[in-house]
């Protein structure tokens, strides 16, 4: 699976709307930097046949074994490089460059090294995806991750059992919520992720002024195409942003709209058709399976049926990610009440069901 918010189909449609002539996934130059084992990459090349896929990572482990996941699945289309950034001169630009899960977890001097090259490697309607912490929210974290850290040199035997302790000392609140949001990583993931040796965060606004001080231009964010500011990031405790950027001269034509919109009340009758047709129908006791429940914990779009990316706001994640199988519709209801007293339930979950997003 590729990640929803860095993925080229989904990106383009924002640049589109924002009067950015891109060019078609399906026959682009693709680039990822810090591609890692290939998950999200190869998932690209495997949609695209005709598109270019190149991966570069500085960690030989993670290419060769990219390299081996591309052989068995017999993808002709894509070029894996064992190399730093610093070091890698392509040969030509990309449609797409793609840096998901890199800016917070390398160095300053590899961020600026990042927007030089996109600055310089980035085609003239082209679109670059960069993801970061925010630190709006993020440093609450980083103060939970320091106390999980004098608990493990305290002689927790690992990460896992440092922050099972930290729990039981822990009162209800936010510092309890990112605790258990953090066991529910898991140690794999919580390794690469809040306690990686390098990891930090940063504003919205400072990032959009290094992106800005290298020639590029800001489109908002990567899937919803929206500006945001720092003082909403502040007020909402973001922690996480995947943002556009293109080159400060690209032109930027009419906003196109995306083709064959339909009204949401529209989209929500064709989806229940298509959801009865499937065979889906509401469950007793509805759950999200392992995936799309990390997509809701992450906050990232989560893939319906067809693979395509389903936004969903603050508040409906809250219900979403109480959808584990154990609650029933009637319990989710009320939870719904609280949580997202917007939301129409009833009608939204059968829209839910309807997209394919319960296993
Ligand atoms: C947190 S991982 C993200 C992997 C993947 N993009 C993802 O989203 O799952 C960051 C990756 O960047 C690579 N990396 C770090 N510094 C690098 C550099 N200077 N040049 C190339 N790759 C680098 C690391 O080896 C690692 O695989």
Not at 20 to 39: F, K, M, Q, Y
Not at 66 to 83: D, F, I
Not at 94 to 106: E, L, N, P
Request: aromatic residues 6%.
């Amino acid at each position: 699976m590729s990640h929803p918010t860095a993925d080229p189909a989904v990106n383009a449609a924002v640049a589109r709307a924002a009067g950015l002539d891109v060019t078609e996934s399906a026959g682009a130059r693709i680039l990822e930097i810090g591609c890692g084992e290939g998950h999200h990459l190869l998932s690209l090349a495997n949609r695209w046949p005709g598109a270019v896929c190149i991966g570069l990572d500085a960690f030989p482990k993670a290419i060769h074994r990219a390299r081996s996941r591309a052989q068995r699945a017999g993808l002709k289309n894509v070029r894996l490089c064992e190399a730093r950034l610093s070091d890698f001169e392509p040969d030509a630009p990309f449609d797409f460059i793609i840096a998901h899960g890199f800016f917070s977890w390398v160095p300053d001097e590899v961020k600026v090294g990042l927007m030089d090259f996109i600055a310089k490697h980035l085609a003239p309607h082209g679109v670059a995806v960069v993801s970061f912490n925010v630190a709006a929210g993020w440093k609450e974290r980083m103060i939970v991750v320091e106390k999980a850290r004098a608990i493990m040199n305290a002689g927790a035997e690992d990460v896992m059992q440092a922050l099972a302790l930290y729990q039981t000392a822990a009162e209800e609140g936010r510092e309890r919520e990112i605790i258990d949001d953090m066991l529910a990583k898991g140690t794999a993931v919580l390794a690469h992720d809040d306690f990686a040796p390098v990891m930090d965060a940063w504003s919205l606004g400072a990032f959009v002024k290094l992106a800005e001080s290298h020639g590029l231009a800001w489109l908002g964010d990567s899937v919803s195409g929206v500006k945001g500011n720092d003082a909403a990031d502040n007020m909402a405790g973001r922690t996480f942003r995947s943002e556009l950027l293109c080159r400060g001269g690209a032109v930027l034509g009419e906003a196109k709209k995306p083709v064959g919109e339909v009204s949401l009340h529209e989209k929500t009758r064709v989806d229940e058709e298509a959801g009865q047709r499937r065979g889906c129908r509401l469950l007793d006791f509805p759950k999200l399976d392992e995936w799309r429940m990390t997509c809701a914990r992450e906050a990232l779009p989560l893939p319906d049926a067809e693979l395509k990316p389903c936004v969903f706001t603050f508040p409906q994640l809250k219900v979403l990610i109480a959808m584990d199988g154990t609650r029933s519709v009637y319990e989710l209801s009320r939870h719904a009440k609280e949580v997202a007293p917007e939301l129409d339930f009833v009608p939204w979950l059968k829209h839910v069901a309807g997209r394919g997003l319960l296993s």
